[in-house]
């Protein structure tokens, strides 16, 4: 065990946690995060997807040693920003999300793509959105979403 | 009892690695995934850990008059935007697993984790890489052919981290970058194929073929390479069937959940021939 200290949703944490363990489980077991979800377990699924030091992370794969001192955003914190709201409306316009599993991954991960570029193609949107499974084949309509956020602009 | 290790050096990170016997750790992609059993259960790690992910002195990437330089903690993210690094390792990085794997893995790793699907590892033998080793005592040099010998297989001292990864400078190489996998987006390879090739006027000064996921490790046959250099554009296009059939002795893939050995086969020798004959 050691003193694992970071920030998670812009508040400073301590923590006392075995090193290797998985930030998933820091997260949804022991800090009650459970918007943090976990699909795959083994990196290919991006439902456990949260921004470390402003990008998109897998959490499952991400040993707790690695986070210390950094900047960790789960869905939970990121949905008190406006950008949340600007993301989670063109979702909700666009039928983008139905079971909803994957949704906070591909939120966390059309809010890292928009920050790092406002204006993006459809391509680099599908690119941008690669690494997150969505099992209710709604591609289409997140896609769509996305580009619909982009298309309004604003401050990201 | 199993320690973890988290240096806050580089320094402290070999002293440690002198003292212990422990798995080096850096984005976890592969480690985290090897050592995982159960939501909730902690990774089953069998020998001390040493964290390396937050050593700033292994995160750079800078040239010199010889080559390029990136350090063994430099994210995928941070080479694939870097102008210093040649456009043939940033192809194979824009196809390589995920968007967030990207963000968190290393090219270092993927070297050590010397799986024969390692696709970066396939662009590093064609651009002649080199790793350098640290440990307490000091340095050394190893081309990367001579440091993969086997599925997962390195040399690797006990008390040796790699730094960094030198790529030297090819200005006038053409390069060639084929992946054949499931999906385009986190698959992993059933066939890799790197080639390279350099011109003057309609001669072929310098020939490079690599291929990956079709044997142990990568294969690259330095004297078939030399058998062709020095040939015009056209006697390389008469030629494509007999390189072809000299490469084929190392495209030795098997049959498993991804693809067959058929298959592979077939594929590899097809892309080869589609590289040869794109010379011009």
Known sequence: MKIIKFHLNNKPVVVRADPSMRLLDLLRIHLHMTGVKEGCGEGACGACSVLVDGVCYDSCLTPVANIIGKHVVTIEGFRNTKQYRRIADAFADFGASQCGFCTPGMILNTYALLKKNPHPSEEEVRIAL?????????????????????EKGGEW | MVNHHIPSSLKEALKILDAHDCYI???????????HQRSGLLPNFDKDVCYISNLKELQYIYEDEKGVHIGAGTKYIDIQENNLVP????????????PNIRNMATLAGNVANASPAGDSIVGLYLLDAKLELVNVHGSRIVPIEDFIFGVRKIHRHKNELIKEIFIPHHDDLNTYWRKVGSRAAESISKVTFAGGYELDDDKVTDLRMAFGSVSVTVVRDREIEKKYIGLTIDEIHEKADEIVEDMEKYITPITDQRSTKEYRLKVSKNILKDFLLSIE
Do not use: F, H, P, W
């Open chain 2, 87 to 98: 456009d043939l390792l940033k192809q194979i990085i824009d196809e390589l697993a995920s």
């Open chain 1, 130 to 150: 690669s690494g997150n499974l969505c099992r209710c084949t709604g591609y289409n309509a997140i896609v769509k979403a996305v580009l619909e956020v982009a």
């Open chain 2, 25 to 35: 750790m850096a984005g976890g992609t592969d480690l985290m995934v090897v050592k």
